[in-house]
């Protein structure tokens, strides 16, 4: 039991005195100005990079709160009048993620979320060809592809949280 102290006591006394010494012939200022020179430079790759994706990812949450507001005003409209106008309403707010320019590294994720306005779109047409009857197939197709576009458009969300967090 004593020689286990001892140990715990001597052991660090030792490292500290001979086994951690930094040997005289590598000047320790130069070594850290390499590192603090290799660190920057890779960081400021990384932020240029990191710069890009967070404009686009940042720009593409706040038009994600747009499009949520103009889907709310579609579902709280009363009346075709104001149905029609949330509609087209809608509609621009779908053709604003044409104008996001995203990274490298989410180009493919883009493609999605621009296929999937262009579904949201395509439903928005039916339903306003269709305003006076919602009962036709084409308003109900109209529906429908107004739900697959959300889908899709969910999962691409989780795509983007997923790559966020790895």
């Known amino acids: 039991m004593k020689a286990k102290k001892l140990a715990y006591v001597v052991l660090p006394i030792m490292l500290l005195g001979v086994g951690c ?3 005289k012939d590598h000047p320790k200022e130069s070594a850290s100005q390499e590192t603090v ?3 920057s ?3 400021s790759r990384h932020t240029t990079l990191n710069d890009k994706s967070l ?3 940042n720009s593409l949450f706040d038009l994600s709160d747009e499009l949520n507001k103009a889907m709310d005003a579609v579902y709280d409209a009363v009346g075709d009048d104001n149905y029609k106008i949330a509609l087209n309403d809608l509609k621009k707010v779908t053709l604003k993620f044409e104008d996001l320019e995203p ?3 989410y180009k493919d994720i883009h493609e999605k979320v621009l ?3 262009k579904t949201r779109r395509e439903g928005i047409e039916l339903l306003l060809s269709n305003i006076d009857d ?7 197709r109209g529906s429908y592809l107004l739900g697959e576009a959300i889908d899709s458009y969910i999962d691409v969300i989780g795509e983007i949280a997923h790559k966020n967090k790895g």
Request: aromatic share 4%; net charge negative.
């Open 37 to 39: 020179s290799e660190t």
């Open 134 to 140: 919602k009962t036709t197939s084409d308003s109900l």
């Open 55 to 57: 404009t686009y990812t």
């Open 115 to 117: 296929q999937s306005m």
């Open 41 to 43: 430079t890779e960081s």
């Open 103 to 105: 990274s490298d590294d």
């Open 21 to 23: 010494g930094i040997s």
